[in-house]
């Protein structure tokens, strides 16, 4: 009959009867019932596992700890036996503890350590850290590049600032400048077009621009308080001038333009004489004066260059001719066209 190990209870027999082993059960269950009595007994009494002592609750503790350290305790190092010369180190300075004969004693790190130096090689990671650092040939490059072929005057950032009025907000500035501009392609004034220092700028006197319904302009430039400057106004209608000038004194009045009109109408003077209709056809005649000197009997050959248009009374009417011109009339008693004199002329080519 086997038992277990550890208390020697019985155990049922495989070949047993039932009845057989029920007694050796009945058995063992009653010695299991007396250990389990006997273990509660002995730990009837005893502490949880979880419980806590006061410093008081412990027997002799309270009278251990007196004349012990607090938790919150210090000590200078003139107070540990074997530390030396610990209270005359100054009280500034890099010191360190060095273990020597006598005990520990603070030396200055730098004596210790002596002068040194070290390559670049020699500290860890250095070159590879410098590498990604700009070399100063590249960082002046690179300035040299942004400075490029600006001027002395303009090569800084503080320069650039003041030529800009240190204005942050120069491009917004100029914007509305440009934007309070009369647009070249077409705008419309709505005050005067030009202010000049003396001109008046009310009444019959001023300088002022005038816009037509059909998109045609006047400009007006009138007289100074002393008349020293005439009124002119300059139209772009169809055949009237585009530009000019006029100035008064003393009652004589310079005018220069390529078309002069007076209310409407063409105005011719010497220097800005009548076109001759048709003179510029093959075929066609024309009175004009030989501005060349040489005579030329009737049948020659002139070029146009040297014949102007002008009136049996010998006014010029324009400038040279175009073309070859054949002399169709002569002017004195041999036959011949005497220099700058009056003739008839026939185009010839």
Do not use: C
């Not at 500290?123 to 100063?136: E, H, M, R, S």
């Not at 440009?178 to 700028?201: H, M």
């Amino acid at each position: 009959m086997a038992d277990t190990t550890n208390r020697g209870y019985p155990k049922p027999v495989s070949t047993n009867l039932v009845s057989g082993d029920v007694a050796l059960l009945q058995a063992a269950l009653d010695a299991i019932d007396g250990d389990v009595h006997d273990l509660f007994t002995a730990m009837s009494g005893k502490a949880a596992s979880d419980h806590t002592h006061s410093i008081s609750g412990i027997e002799g503790l309270t009278s251990a700890l007196v004349g012990k350290a607090s938790t919150t305790h210090s000590h200078a190092l003139s107070s540990l036996t074997d530390v030396s010369g610990a209270a005359a180190a100054p009280a500034t300075g890099q010191y360190v503890l060095v273990k020597e004969a006598i005990g520990w004693v603070p030396r200055e790190a730098a004596t210790l350590i002596g002068e040194h130096s070290h390559t670049i090689s020699d500290i860890t990671d250095l070159p590879l850290v410098l590498a990604t650092f700009a070399t100063q040939t590249y960082v002046d490059g690179r300035i040299a590049a942004v400075i490029g072929a600006a001027p002395v005057a303009l090569d800084t950032l503080t320069e650039l600032a003041a030529a800009l009025g240190d204005d942050p907000s120069f491009a917004t500035t100029i914007i509305g400048l440009i934007g309070s501009k009369i647009n070249k392609a077409g705008d419309t004034n709505v005050g005067l077009l030009v202010s000049i220092a003396g001109f008046r700028s009310t009444g019959e006197y001023g300088v002022d621009s005038v816009t037509s319904a059909s998109g045609n302009y006047a400009f007006r430039a009138r007289a100074k308080a002393d008349d020293s400057v005439a009124i002119i106004q300059f139209t772009n209608f169809a055949g009237s001038i585009q530009w000019g000038t006029i100035k008064a004194t003393k009652g004589v009045v310079n005018v220069s333009a390529a078309v002069l009109q007076e209310q409407g109408q063409r105005v011719y003077s010497p220097n800005n004489p009548q076109p001759v209709p048709g003179f510029a056809e093959v075929g066609s005649y024309v009175l004009a004066k030989n501005t060349s000197g040489v005579n030329a009997g009737p049948g020659a050959y002139v070029s146009g260059a040297v014949l102007v248009p002008a009136s049996a009374y010998g006014d010029v009417l324009g400038g040279p001719l175009p073309g070859i011109w054949q002399v169709a009339g002569g002017s004195n008693s041999s036959g011949s066209v005497a220099a700058s004199a009056v003739s008839a002329y026939r185009r010839y080519n």
